[in-house]
């Protein structure tokens, strides 16, 4: 086909001059079938050009396109190579993780019987100390003989038995102290057992960070217990003029002291129920709860404020009543937190919230806590949910990628309106969108168990002296 285009486009440049001469001078006279025929060379010349320069482009595009699969090919071997050596390193960590795990074994097989060991010798030592008061107390006798045998002159036989008898008694000293100084070894080589065989769940511990150890609390980062709330900031809310009470403390105070649902009516807003929890000698109304991951919590904007879920179960209680009754006076923000081993841990605040106009704004100061904080304090937080992210200054939609509205002021800094995970979940990425506690320098913590509750600042003492603060 190209050959046959080539000549048509070359034919018509090859004929003589003087053939050109008389086709012009007889064109005047030429038929009408004449200039037909000539006017289709030119037609088949220029579509023959045409597809010339389609064949240059289609070959340009050829070339292109060999280049980028040549990317494409080095970017999938970079990929085979890193994911090779990913899965080297995965094996060598499982490798070390089995070795640790037999290390650990033998060493408290070990640990076993130098406990059943240390036993054997203290009741040794038990039987050797009843020996020596016994022989003490025949030392006393013969020192007794002693005395009154200094009166007169004692016979040969009797002072070779009183130095038998001394001899014998230093010698059971003499054995006590070495079974001392050996059960004082035995201890000490106790400690050493322990603290390596610590060490090795430490390690264990840190391998498995994609598993139920990641996200425990853990004893090390219990803080000091706070300190009293302020007495000047005292904001004891008291029932409304009708006899409606504006919170579940005002209910309280009323008599009413049994956890459950009622009805209360901040001063300003309309009535509506929530859950009271009757605890500290006081009542508190709980706005958030979460237990078992039965209610989905990446709701939207309108959710969040009206409230959503089962106050008995799994609930929110809606950031416009929660507003309602805040904007009363000055509340205590308490976060109750509970993982996967069942150890708790609570942070309270002092806090403040906008109203709709300022999108909910939070601002937080901490109180008291027994775990590191997670939330930013003397920042404005502003709710954010799917529908409606107000992280103006950052692309990354933070309720969309990571689920749930919440007051974020930086991704993955804390979540407890997030996907419900449990520990076994694969990938730390999607652990990662869950329910969890994750302070600024230190891990995350997966949380099987969440409850928010407020209270007016009025209380005369410390929560955390109470027996059952948690």
């Excluded at 003989?145 to 009183?162: F, G, H, Y």
């Excluded at 065989?197 to 004893?219: G, P, V, Y």
């Amino acid at each position: 086909m190209k050959v046959f285009l080539g000549f048509l486009f070359i034919a018509p440049l090859a004929l003589p001059a003087g053939a050109e001469k008389e086709y012009s001078s007889f064109d005047s006279a030429a038929s009408p079938e004449t200039k037909s025929r000539f006017a289709m060379l030119d037609d088949v010349r220029i579509l023959a050009n045409g597809l010339l320069q389609l064949g240059h482009g289609l070959k340009d595009f050829v070339h292109k396109t060999k280049g980028q699969m040549n990317d494409i090919f080095q970017k999938l071997y970079i990929f085979d190579r890193s994911f090779y050596e990913l899965s080297q390193q995965t094996s060598e960590i499982k490798e070390e993780e089995e070795q640790l795990r037999q290390t650990t074994a033998r060493l408290q097989i070990h640990n076993e019987e130098i406990k059943n060991l240390s036993q054997e010798m203290n009741s040794k030592i038990e039987d050797l100390i009843q020996n020596k008061i016994q022989l003490q107390e025949k030392v006393w006798g013969l020192e007794d003989k002693v005395t009154k045998l200094a009166i007169i002159q004692p016979s040969t036989q009797d002072t070779k038995e009183i130095s038998s008898l001394k001899a014998f008694v230093e010698q059971q000293d003499n054995d006590i102290k070495q079974l001392l100084k050996i059960v004082e070894d035995q201890h000490v080589q106790l400690d050493k057992q322990h603290n390596q065989i610590m060490e090795l769940e430490d390690k264990l511990n840190h391998i498995e960070l994609q598993e139920l150890a990641e996200n425990s609390f853990t004893e090390e980062h219990t803080e000091p217990e706070g300190t009293p709330f302020p007495a000047h900031n005292a904001t004891a809310v008291t029932p409304n003029a009708d006899g409606a009470t504006p919170d579940c403390t005002a209910l309280y105070n009323s008599g009413v002291h049994s956890s459950g649902v009622y009805t209360i009516k901040p001063k300003g807003s309309e009535a509506f129920n929530v859950y009271c929890e009757m605890k500290f000698g006081t009542s508190w109304t709980v706005i958030q709860k979460r237990v078992d991951g039965s209610l989905d919590f990446n709701q939207t904007w309108d959710a969040y404020t009206n409230g959503f879920g089962d106050l008995n179960e799994e609930f929110w209680l809606g950031l416009n009543k929660i507003y309602s009754m805040t904007k009363q006076g000055d509340y205590i923000f308490r976060i109750e937190l509970q993982d996967w081993k069942d150890s708790r841990r609570y942070v309270e605040y002092s806090f403040s919230l906008g109203g709709p106009e300022t999108n909910y704004t939070l601002q937080l100061t901490r109180v008291s806590g027994s775990i590191p904080n997670a939330l930013p304090e003397q920042t404005e937080l502003r709710f954010s949910t799917k529908d409606h992210d107000m992280d103006i200054a950052n692309d990354f939609n933070c309720p969309e990628n990571y689920l749930g509205g919440w007051w974020h002021s930086e991704c993955e800094e804390t979540n407890l309106n997030g996907k419900y995970v449990t520990p076994r979940s694969r990938g730390r990425l999607e652990r990662r969108k869950g329910l969890y506690w994750k302070p600024k320098k230190g891990r995350y913590y997966l949380l099987k168990s969440t409850k928010i509750m407020i209270h007016p600042t009025d209380l005369k003492f410390s929560l955390n002296a109470q027996p059952g603060a948690f």
